[in-house]
């Protein structure tokens, strides 16, 4: 038997291992100048320069992604009453820090091509409630940037986009991250495209927005109050102004993201190499492959979505128990939120239907994509697919 190849692996190197162990030599463990060095660092690898308006951008390290979509929604002023727009095709993360404050998440169907929010759903589900709408770059093929501005503004809604699958890349020339979004979500989760083991990134362009966070972020301690008096206070001295959350990254898991981010690039067109070879090995075979970006768009492959066609000689269970008895782990992205209990019994049983979205979760599998595969794994996973979809294995 060889080697099982796991759905998906983190990449550290070296240089990780060696800036982490700097940190914990250094004595200064928690949010400290490695987080400033990562917010700073983070904000300059999206090329403010180049892009118009990009001068004011700021970010602000947290210690989860779900923290900083929670913190962006507070800082907006989401509150009991107001509607969200969220695809039903994410993780509950998306939804969940929307419950947080009170607010109620409208779950909108997807595009079956790229599995993104479907801006001609969500138009429908907009009622004089809505506040917000938090669009989900899913598996890193971010949604066109200027359709879903347009939407927002024909229908004065806030946006908060849901990056946790797409860094680095760009979205209709531009990174996402810049652009007329309020607030723009990074994950370091393990898994994701880049890491810390936990950890997240809001990036925004709006300085009171940047401000609520900063200050929410740890316990509601105002740093602007705090500084207007450190002339004359004394130095245990601070402001508590709102009863704020424990949200902050620690230098740790910024030290380990500083170096991740240098490789962000490298790790991406790795995956692409990857997804382009899944491309060539699985042509022909009962599968709809992932949508490719347009001119001027990339693809962070966080994720290979595949999904069994019709003609397909098993069920998506099968293939994935078969797949794994041949030695490679495959998983499914995403159970959509209206199948779980607790998002079925809010919605009630009137909701509309979400059908794109209960059609392709039947179908839908995702295969290894991860920076440190080796080409044989490569290889294998495609020559397995291909084994199990022919009935050789
Ligand atoms: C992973 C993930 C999150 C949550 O990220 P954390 O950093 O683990 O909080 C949110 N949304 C999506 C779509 C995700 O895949």
Same mark, same amino acid.
């Given at each position: 038997?060889?080697?099982?190849?796991?759905?998906?692996?983190?990449?550290i190197?070296?240089?990780?291992?060696e800036?982490?162990?700097?940190?914990?030599?250094?004595?200064?463990l928690t949010?400290?100048?490695?987080?400033?060095?990562?917010?700073?660092?983070?904000?300059?690898?999206?090329?403010?320069?180049?892009?118009?308006?990009?001068?004011?951008?700021?970010?602000?390290?947290?210690?989860?992604?779900?923290?900083?979509?929670h913190?962006?929604?507070?800082?907006?002023?989401?509150?009991?009453?107001?509607?969200?727009?969220?695809?039903?095709?994410?993780?509950?993360?998306?939804?969940?820090?929307?419950?947080?404050?009170?607010?109620?998440?409208?779950?909108?169907?997807?595009?079956?091509?790229?599995?993104?929010? $479907?801006?001609?759903? /969500?138009?429908?589900?907009?009622?004089?409630?809505?506040?917000?709408?938090?669009?989900?770059?899913f598996?890193?093929?971010?949604?066109?940037r200027? /359709?879903?501005?347009?939407?927002?503004?024909?229908?004065?809604?806030?946006?908060?986009?849901?990056?946790?699958h797409?860094?680095?890349?760009?979205?209709?020339?531009?990174?996402?991250?810049?652009?007329?979004?309020?607030?723009?979500?990074?994950?370091?989760?393990?898994t994701?495209?880049?890491?810390?083991?936990?950890?997240?990134?809001?990036?925004?362009?709006?300085?009171?927005?940047?401000?609520?966070?900063?200050?929410?972020?740890?316990?509601?301690?105002?740093?602007?109050?705090?500084?207007?008096?450190?002339?004359?206070?004394?130095?245990?001295?601070?402001?508590?102004? /709102?009863?704020?959350?424990?949200?902050?990254?620690?230098?740790?898991?910024?030290?380990?993201?500083?170096?991740?981010?240098?490789?962000?690039?490298?790790?991406?067109?790795?995956r692409?190499?990857?997804?382009?070879?899944?491309?060539?090995?699985?042509?022909?075979?009962?599968?709809r492959?992932?949508?490719?970006?347009?001119p001027?768009?990339?693809h962070?492959?966080?994720?290979?979505?595949?999904?069994?066609? $019709?003609?397909?000689?098993?069920?998506?269970?099968?293939?994935?128990?078969?797949?794994?008895?041949?030695?490679?782990?495959?998983?499914?992205?995403?159970?959509?939120?209206?199948?779980?209990?607790?998002?079925?019994?809010?919605?009630?049983?009137?909701?509309?239907?979400?059908?794109?979205?209960?059609a392709?979760?039947?179908?839908?599998?995702?295969?290894?994509?991860?920076?440190?595969?080796?080409?044989?794994?490569?290889?294998?996973?495609?020559?397995?697919?291909?084994?199990?979809?022919?009935g050789?294995?």
């Amino acid at each position: 038997m060889t080697d099982f190849i796991p759905f998906a692996l983190p990449d550290i190197g070296d240089a990780e291992i060696e800036a982490v162990v700097s940190t914990l030599r250094s004595g200064w463990l928690t949010t400290g100048p490695n987080a400033a060095a990562l917010e700073r660092e983070f904000v300059e690898a999206m090329h403010p320069s180049a892009h118009v308006g990009a001068a004011q951008v700021q970010a602000v390290a947290v210690n989860s992604a779900t923290a900083g979509l929670h913190l962006a929604l507070e800082a907006l002023g989401v509150g009991p009453g107001d509607e969200v727009l969220v695809p039903t095709w994410t993780f509950t993360a998306t939804a969940e820090v929307v419950r947080y404050l009170g607010a109620t998440p409208v779950l909108v169907d997807v595009h079956p091509d790229t599995l993104n929010i $479907d801006l001609a759903r /969500a138009a429908e589900a907009v009622t004089p409630r809505t506040k917000a709408i938090m669009p989900v770059h899913f598996a890193g093929l971010p949604v066109p940037r200027g /359709a879903l501005a347009d939407f927002a503004a024909a229908h004065g809604l806030r946006v908060i986009e849901d990056a946790a699958h797409s860094h680095p890349v760009d979205s209709e020339g531009m990174p996402v991250g810049l652009g007329t979004s309020d607030a723009v979500v990074f994950s370091f989760y393990a898994t994701k495209t880049m890491t810390s083991g936990e950890g997240g990134m809001v990036v925004s362009a709006d300085p009171q927005l940047i401000a609520r966070m900063r200050t929410m972020r740890l316990h509601g301690i105002s740093r602007d109050v705090f500084n207007r008096y450190t002339s004359t206070a004394p130095s245990w001295h601070y402001e508590v102004v /709102a009863p704020g959350f424990k949200y902050n990254l620690t230098d740790v898991a910024a030290s380990m993201a500083r170096v991740q981010l240098t490789r962000s690039v490298a790790m991406r067109e790795r995956r692409s190499a990857i997804a382009d070879h899944y491309d060539s090995a699985l042509a022909g075979l009962p599968l709809r492959l992932p949508s490719r970006p347009a001119p001027g768009t990339q693809h962070a492959w966080h994720l290979y979505a595949l999904r069994l066609t $019709d003609d397909a000689p098993m069920g998506r269970d099968d293939f994935i128990q078969r797949m794994s008895d041949a030695g490679v782990g495959c998983s499914v992205h995403f159970i959509p939120l209206h199948h779980h209990p607790y998002w079925r019994d809010l919605r009630g049983a009137d909701a509309p239907a979400l059908p794109v979205a209960d059609a392709q979760f039947a179908r839908a599998v995702s295969i290894p994509i991860f920076s440190s595969m080796t080409d044989a794994q490569i290889e294998r996973v495609g020559q397995t697919v291909r084994a199990v979809l022919e009935g050789r294995s």
